[in-house]
């Protein structure tokens, strides 16, 4: 129903910045909240920031005040601005979408949906 494709990953020095992008095709209308998770080696994923339809934005409290998460619904796309990276940032960054679309009848149907991931890694 709906594909995502993360760009903008890369190696960056401690203090560094770096913009991910999550670019959504498909039925991206039915698209409502948009999440950005991070996975490191050896660790669960986890919740990085979020952002519904409507703008509102919730952020993991080690990424408060250096992560800023956007979107451009005319693009079809969500950023992550990372400022200040630390070495504890490396992971891979995975968008995330939240959706309903419409079955047969009109039945609603909620969905996830996930990109494949890009490897961000902070180090000197």
């Known amino acids: 129903q709906v594909q995502l494709v993360e760009s903008g990953g890369g190696l960056v020095q401690p203090g560094g910045s770096l913009r991910l992008s999550c670019v959504a095709s498909g039925k991206t209308s039915s698209i409502r909240d948009m999440n950005w998770h991070r996975q490191a080696p050896g660790k669960e994923r986890a919740l990085v920031a979020g952002?519904?339809?409507?703008?509102?934005?919730n952020y993991a409290d080690s990424v408060k005040g250096r992560f800023t998460i956007s979107r451009d619904n005319a693009k079809n796309t969500m950023y992550l601005q990372m400022n200040n990276l630390k070495s504890e940032d490396t992971a891979v960054y995975y968008c995330?979408?939240?959706?309903?679309?419409?079955?047969?009848?009109?039945?609603?149907?909620?969905?996830?949906?996930w990109g494949q991931g890009t490897q961000v890694t902070v180090s000197s």
């Open positions: 995330e979408a939240d959706g309903v679309h419409f079955g047969d009848y009109g039945t609603p149907i909620a969905y996830r949906a």
């Open positions: 952002i519904t339809s409507r703008g509102s934005t």
